[in-house]
Each structure stands twice: as structure tokens, then as C-alpha cells.
């Protein structure tokens, strides 16, 4: 049975917790140290599919400034993070770009896409 140490990041108590797997057939997990029921759960998810939103910026021509600023609409798998930045480093935008454009769509298979955060030209 393994067991994961982790500071809880939902509130600003930043619980100390422990996570680890009570009966693994039945995909049951006992957490220690959390003093609510979010902080119960973030543990869970972090256990068992950790995520992560990923800001950065790509390149934009014709524009005022070279770089636009990007982040994924929801949180990726953090498995896939540095595969998303290697995208990110592939992508040359062309003003105008505007808040909300999709700059990628479904990236890397996961259905979630990552979006222009400024308007820009």
C-alpha cells in the first residue's frame, strides 16, 4: 500500500496530509490531516489523477508585442505538461488575437483547449 504526502493548495490552511490507498479493490482511500471535506477530496484527486492548469505564453507576428498570453481552459493531466509546453513552443499566432480565441484545439487528445488570455493587435 503506498501513501503520498501533500499540502493541501484549496484554502489558505495549507493542511498537512497523508493519502493512501484503504482497500484498493474497492478504490477507497483513507486521508489524514485535512480539516474539511474539499481539502478530502483535493487529496484524493491528487492520489489518484493529478492536474494542472498550464499558463504560458506563444508567439504572435504583427503585433505590438511578440508574445501572447495562453492557458488551458481546464486542468490537464500533469503527466502531459511538458508535451503541452512543447506545443505551445510550436504555435506562431498572427495578430489580432482576441481574449478567449482558441490558439489550440483539443490538445494532445485530452478535450480541452488552450485559449488566448489577452487581447492582442
Do not use: F, H, W
Request: one cysteine or more; hydrophobic letters at 35%.
Amino acid at each position: 500500500m503506498t501513501e503520498k504526502e501533500l499540502i493541501c493548495i484549496v484554502c489558505p490552511l495549507g493542511c498537512k496530509m497523508t493519502v493512501k490507498e484503504s482497500s484498493p479493490e474497492a478504490g477507497q482511500y483513507k486521508v489524514e490531516g485535512a480539516q474539511c471535506a474539499r481539502g478530502k477530496k483535493y487529496a484524493v484527486e491528487e492520489y489518484t489523477n493529478p492536474t494542472r492548469m498550464v499558463t504560458s505564453t506563444v508567439a504572435v507576428k504583427n503585433a505590438p508585442l511578440p508574445r501572447v498570453p495562453v492557458k488551458t481552459a481546464r486542468p490537464i493531466p500533469k503527466g502531459l505538461v511538458l508535451r503541452c509546453m512543447e506545443e505551445l513552443n510550436r504555435v506562431e499566432l498572427t495578430a489580432p488575437v482576441k481574449i478567449g480565441d482558441i490558439v489550440i484545439e483539443n490538445l494532445l487528445g485530452t478535450g480541452v483547449d488552450v485559449i488566448a488570455t489577452r487581447d492582442l493587435g
